[in-house]
């Protein structure tokens, strides 16, 4: 071929291969201050920070997003009101995070301290005050190999009233996920290659919504659902991921991005376990361990033993929480929903610990009566009752507050007007007393 001609195709073909860039997105969601391994040997905030940095050092441009929920779910979380989880949060080389449910658990207050903890940027679009203010930055721009990298922030638009408490929410209150992920992708078009939400929504509707309904947006990354994806979703050359929760599990999206055309070309997902086989790394670990250690001589008590293991939101697990609160509190029926177990209950021995991490919240009983003809479908489904006998039914405050929520109760009007016991004092007080269980 004449060297004039090759040089002049090669002079055309370069530019258009320069427009497409390779970017890594690291990704995780729904920590829940699940700082050191599970029993069954899996997670831990050391070995996640482990594998970010060996992640981070093999790749020309990285990014490490977190889709919500860093606190509540441990006993460092629930005693020190997730400040704690936080700190140690700033070791793990996050790029940007954005706000679950769960970081309002203590209290909306709480939640801004968290912001001022943070050394990462937090986004969320779509919490704002009575003017409209948003609570923190609705979004950041990060650049990573020269890759202009908007993120925008979104949380549940059920959150206030069904999801956390009127009063968590304090002076705040949430707009529509996909309406307000618009408004700002739009405004981050030009000035950006590639936009992606951090996402702590549901799912099955609004991140759909997102995918289908603006084009703007090439990636979503997830939070909320703690089981993750079987495989990378697509909708029209955008796409979206979400890892196992819990820090079990840290995602790798690998794009390569036309930069021009502000979209995607590939991209290539891979889930990667952080278990056993990764070693801590070891100024996170000593900072748990700190913690831990604050809270051992509280939790590291033996209360009784499990004759099987009880995997988290199973059946048996629930009936063993029901039955707790209804004995413990004199209550004919105790009702939880599936959400309220947060951890798995290990065959063999129980520490009073496997409890706190089972119910992190400090939620009380509630007790009312009604007529068995009175009763929802969601109690009457899984306990018969008469429709003229009187029943005692023990519930949350969460529960009862929240009661309409169809992940709840289902129905409204029902009042709880007796106050007994934290849940988890008398899940404790009852194990003690059986011994053995369930």
Excluded at 30 to 55: C, N, Y
Excluded at 200 to 214: Q, R
Excluded at 255 to 262: E, G, H, I, N
Excluded at 353 to 364: A, E, K, S, T, V
Aim: glycine share 8%.
């Amino acid at each position: 071929m004449n060297r004039r001609l090759l040089f002049s195709l090669l002079l055309c073909f370069s530019p258009l291969a320069a427009q497409v860039k390779p970017l890594t997105i690291l990704h995780s969601n729904d920590l829940h201050a699940h700082l050191t391994p599970d029993d069954q040997d899996v997670g831990g905030f050391a070995r996640l920070a482990t594998e970010v940095r060996r992640q981070k050092a093999q790749c020309a441009a990285c990014l490490y997003l977190n889709a919500g929920d860093i606190v509540q779910g441990t006993p460092v979380s629930t005693l020190f009101h997730g400040a704690p989880v936080y700190q140690i949060a700033n070791l793990l080389g996050l790029d940007a995070s954005t706000l679950g449910n769960h970081d309002f658990d203590y209290g909306w207050r709480r939640t801004r301290e968290f912001m001022r903890i943070a050394h990462f940027p937090i986004v969320s679009a779509n919490v704002v005050d009575k003017d409209g203010k948003t609570m923190t930055h609705p979004y950041v721009i990060l650049t990573a190999g020269g890759i202009r990298v908007g993120v925008i922030g979104a949380i549940l638009g059920d959150l206030v009233g069904s999801v956390i408490t009127p009063e968590d929410a304090g002076p705040f209150h949430v707009l529509p996920v996909v309406e307000t992920v618009r408004k700002y992708a739009k405004e981050l078009r030009d000035r950006t290659d590639l936009i992606v939400v951090l996402a702590h929504i549901h799912d099955e509707t609004e991140v759909n919504a997102i995918l289908h309904d603006v084009p703007e947006v090439s990636v979503v990354v997830a939070g909320h659902s703690h089981e993750g994806y079987p495989a990378l979703m697509k909708v029209d050359g955008r796409v979206a991921v979400l890892v196992h929760a819990y820090g079990e599990q840290l995602g790798k999206l690998d794009l390569q991005v036309d930069v021009a055309a502000k979209k995607i070309s590939s991209a290539e997902w891979t889930k990667i376990p952080i278990d056993s086989k990764i070693a801590p790394a070891p100024d996170v670990a000593r900072v748990v361990a700190k913690w831990e250690s604050k809270v051992s001589k509280l939790v590291d008590i033996p209360i009784g033993e499990s004759t099987v293991r009880m995997e988290r939101n199973s059946p048996v697990l629930r009936k063993m929480v029901e039955r707790a609160m209804a004995e413990e509190t004199g209550a004919d029926i105790g009702w939880v929903n599936t959400g309220n177990q947060r951890f798995a209950i290990p065959k063999g021995q129980l520490m009073m610990r496997n409890i706190w991490n089972l119910l992190p919240f400090d939620n009380y009983i509630v007790m009312g009566k009604f007529k068995g003809s009175e009763l929802p479908p969601s109690i009457t489904q899984r306990y018969p009752v008469e429709p003229d006998r009187e029943y005692t039914v023990a519930t949350t405050d969460f529960t009862a507050t929240n009661q309409a929520d169809k992940s709840q109760l289902g129905v409204s009007g029902m009042r709880f007007p007796r106050t007994g016991p934290l849940q988890r004092d008398a899940v404790i007080d009852w194990v003690k007393k059986k011994k053995v269980v369930p």
